[in-house]
């Protein structure tokens, strides 16, 4: 590393890779912390403009050559889900820490793979999307081992595809960095509502309620093809899957990802209780109260590095996982977005389709150490 600053590669300029990462990490306020080393995107003239508008040093068309450029200290990827795997080894095996948009991988074998050989690199690996670090999910953590609803009985979260991602502002346009086509999102791998959106709120579930042990589900098509910009896409992996989990001890939680229609808020699973319930941010009916709550912020907001300009911007979940992944390699704090949730995530997903396609309830063998390590 050439200073304590950090030298990142951006791979992917996409939707992410630009509201996530390249407008939140163009500002003055991070420089001395991180900077724009190197921007990768195979659509002709996107890296490369992307590197204009941003700031940043250098624009590949691939990520060998990013990953061969010595002012590249760790990379995010921004690229379709289906690539993490195989990219990341790369980045990996080249030595560079690492920050995954959600999700790592789409198996659970694939995650061990990259957690092992990270380890046996010396290689850091933060895993969005980290919900860990927003104060809510802490604070219903607290409030549940404390006993505040009684004895749990039963949670539920997830969330509607929609159509949001063919609509997004970045889709819409004429030139390479408003003209990125979604339609990788309706493809298998990686593709559909489980890996790209109910992966936050089983990320909320789990990181409150530890790692569940088993899970069973009902999956199919409903729509078989998606418009973009007047053309047709086909949609061929499941967009409406309904799983049961089952967290021992009679505590089981109702998972959704669908193409329409939402019970829970986003990202914020509801919890019943013999003595009570949470419903998105309200205890019994009244808002929550946590640690930071301010007046018209946001707890999307209310993050560790999240201050100034960047509180009124979008994506900031992804900067601050990013700024997760900064700390962790300049001064090693680790964070709360770990790779091994991360993989139990993706195995509940994996194993639900598993549970769908073979009409058996799978067992889940994975685990992570919960934020307060109880
Ligand atoms: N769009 C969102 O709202 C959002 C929010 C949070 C996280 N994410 C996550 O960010 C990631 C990317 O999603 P997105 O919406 O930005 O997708 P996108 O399709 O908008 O952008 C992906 C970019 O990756 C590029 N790409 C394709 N193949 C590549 C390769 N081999 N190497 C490098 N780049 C390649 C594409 O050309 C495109 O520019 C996904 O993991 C997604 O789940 C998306």
Known sequence: MSSNSIGLGVVGAGSIGIRGCLEHLCLPDVQDKVRLAAVCDPVPGRAQAAAEKYGV???????????????????????????????????????????????????????????????????????????????????????IQEGALGRVAWAATGAAFGSYHEKEGVRQGDDPLSNINPAWYWRKPGGGPLYDMTVYGLHSLTGVLGPAKRVTAMSGIGIKEREYRGEMYPSDCDDNTLMVLDF????????????????????????????????????????????GKEEGLSHFHLLPHV???????????????????????????????????????????????????????????????TVDGK
Do not use: C, W
């Open 57 to 143: 040093a250098r624009a590949y068309e691939g990520l060998e050559e990013l990953l061969a450029d010595p002012n590249v200290d760790a990379v995010t990827l921004g690229s379709p889900i289906g690539l993490h795997y195989e990219q990341g080894l790369q980045a990996i095996r080249a030595g560079k820490h690492i920050h995954f948009n959600k999700t790592m991988t789409t198996t659970t074998d694939e995650a061990t793979e990259l957690i092992e050989e990270a380890r046996a690199r010396g290689v850091k690996i933060v895993a969005s999307p980290g919900q860990m670090l927003q104060a809510p999910h802490r604070e219903i953590r607290r409030l």
């Open 307 to 369: 201050m100034g300009q960047h509180r009124k911007m979008g994506e900031a979940h992804v900067f601050e996982d990013i700024m997760q992944l900064v700390d962790f390699v300049r001064d090693g704090t680790p964070s709360a977005a770990t790779p091994e949730h991360a993989r139990h995530v993706i195995e509940i997903i994996e194993a639900g389709y598993r549970a769908a396609e073979t009409g058996q309830t799978q067992p889940l063998t994975t685990t992570f150490a």
């Open 248 to 291: 021992g001890d009679a505590l089981f939680a109702f998972v959704y990802g669908t193409f329409a229609g939402t019970l829970t808020e986003f990202g914020l699973p509801s919890y019943y209780g013999t003595k009570g319930s949470i419903v998105g941010l309200k205890l019994n009916g009244e808002p929550l109260d946590y640690p």
